[in-house]
């Protein structure tokens, strides 16, 4: 896909997204995959990062008019889960999975209705740092079902995050990747920038070397 300057590239999602951003700066990427997305764009597109520390689905749709449907995007990805299934462990908040896809569906909706924009889903991904935290598939695995579900109702293109991360795991290990389980190292956050990449087809045409 070739993007030009007049492409506007949203990016909206949770900490996994926000890594740091500047909310008062609309230009500020953070320090994670967006910033390196932006980086390695062959194109001078405009990139927005909405990502937000600790936010689940129903925190996205809340501010899904102002954040994202305001700003006229032309590329939105989304990536959000693995609050709504963390919450459930140590606050005991529950975010039933039906619940869960029915909004992340709506949001969607509203973006090919309103905008037109092509859409990318991320898939939700999980390292786990300890046992504790092994336990934790038993809801991640279905939340990421009914992400792949709604990707596919709404014609999104998915970026298999949840297989990128394992695949490198093997050969750097989970805690060069995601100290906590969660949240990417600088490593980690190539894997993602590079996922999306391939899936958008940045990549295409261009050799090994010139890849993040």
């Given at each position: 896909m070739r993007f030009t300057r007049d492409d506007l590239l949203l990016f909206i999602g949770d900490s996994v997204t926000d890594t740091g951003r500047d909310r008062e700066d609309p230009a500020s990427l953070g320090d994670g995959y967006v910033r390196m997305i932006a980086e390695a764009l062959p194109s001078p597109a405009t990139v927005v990062n909405q990502g937000v520390n600790g936010h689940r689905v129903h925190d996205l749709e809340a501010r899904w008019a102002t954040d994202v449907l305001a700003l006229a995007p032309s590329v939105v990805t989304v990536l959000i889960g693995i609050n709504d299934t963390w919450?459930?462990?140590?606050?005991?908040?529950?975010?039933?999975?039906?619940?869960?896809?029915?909004?992340?569906?709506?949001?969607?909706?509203?973006?090919k209705e309103k905008c037109?924009?092509?859409?990318?889903?991320?898939?939700?991904?999980?390292?786990?740092?300890?046992?504790?935290?092994?336990?934790?598939?038993?809801?991640?695995?279905?939340?990421?079902?009914?992400?792949?579900?709604?990707?596919?109702?709404?014609?999104?293109?998915?970026?298999?995050?949840?297989?990128?991360?394992?695949?490198?795991?093997?050969?750097?290990?989970?805690?060069?990747?995601?100290?906590?389980?969660?949240?990417?190292?600088?490593?980690?956050?190539?894997?993602?920038?590079?996922?999306?990449?391939?899936?958008?087809?940045?990549?295409?045409?261009?050799?090994?070397?010139?890849?993040?």
């Open positions: 919450r459930r462990y140590d606050r005991g908040l529950l975010s039933p999975i039906t619940e869960f896809e029915a909004s992340l569906g709506r949001v969607l909706a509203l973006v037109a924009a092509r859409l990318f889903v991320m898939t939700p991904f999980l390292l786990p740092a300890g046992p504790e935290q092994e336990t934790w598939f038993e809801d991640l695995a279905p939340r990421t079902d009914a992400v792949l579900r709604a990707a596919t109702a709404h014609g999104a293109t998915v970026v298999r995050t949840d297989l990128a991360l394992p695949r490198a795991a093997e050969e750097h290990g989970a805690a060069a990747l995601a100290p906590d389980g969660v949240h990417p190292s600088p490593l980690g956050h190539r894997v993602i920038a590079r996922a999306w990449l391939e899936a958008a087809g940045v990549y295409e045409g261009r050799t090994p070397s010139e890849r993040l």
